[in-house]
């Protein structure tokens, strides 16, 4: 199995980026080679075309298989294991994001959590705990974005990122009307009729 050119370069620079990411290179060419592939591919071929060997081909597809970033299949008459990314990029995306607050982001959620019920001793540790409780807020802020980004379908995600900047935008002009509306509410209650005491109307008339 002999990969074009183009393929041949894609597959290079993603074990290279890879790598980068924290990824093992073998592991990244294996994905880049799957997710390009028209077809589902078996061991034997993966490691035909990045001329691995199979204990290499192996270890790769079970850590892509722990990440659920691959879909294994059988093929009517063969035993053997074939191996396809998926098809649709923002399922592989949610899938990355999913298992990276996992692995990643939950543990440290866990541990700053822990910290900021501990009692301080001393202006330092709760200096400290000052600067976990940013952190922490803005982690939760940030999986609590996720949570909601994994119940979207494709489209919405796509239609999200499209508006870019459209998003300040819109909060700006949230932020106005919201202060509008309170201003009024509070020019309202400023020329509220002032009621008189039954004395006080007394001496007017009496005037």
């Known amino acids: 199995m002999n990969l074009a050119p183009l393929t041949q370069r894609f597959v290079l620079h993603f074990g290279e980026m890879g790598s980068r990411w924290g990824i093992n290179r073998t592991v990244g060419q294996i994905y880049a080679l799957l997710y390009v592939s028209p077809r589902a591919l078996n061991a034997d071929d993966i490691g ?8 290499n081909v192996s270890m790769g597809l079970k850590e892509l298989q722990s990440w659920n970033l691959v879909r294994l299949q059988h093929l009517p008459n063969d035993r053997r294991e074939y191996f396809q990314a998926p098809e649709d990029v ?48 803005l982690i939760e802020l940030m999986t609590g974005w996720l949570a909601d980004v994994q119940k979207m379908d494709s489209g919405t995600l796509v239609s999200l990122m499209k508006m870019g900047a459209k998003v300040q935008k819109l909060l700006e ?32 008339n009496r005037s």
């Not at 982001?105 to 600067?131: C, K, W, Y």
């Not at 106005?176 to 109307?201: I, N, Y």
């Open 173 to 204: 002009v949230r932020d106005k009307v919201s202060s509008t509306v309170k201003a009024g509410f509070t020019g309202r209650a400023l020329m509220k009729p002032v009621a008189l005491e039954p004395a006080t109307l007394c001496d007017e």
């Open 48 to 55: 035909e075309a990045l001329s691995f060997s199979r204990s």
């Open 90 to 137: 923002w399922a592989i995306f949610r899938t990355l994001a999913e298992e990276r607050r996992k692995r990643e982001i939950d543990p440290t959620l866990s541990m700053l959590r822990d910290a900021l019920m501990e009692q301080p001793f001393g202006q330092d540790d709760l200096h400290a705990q000052g600067r976990m409780k940013q952190m922490h807020d």
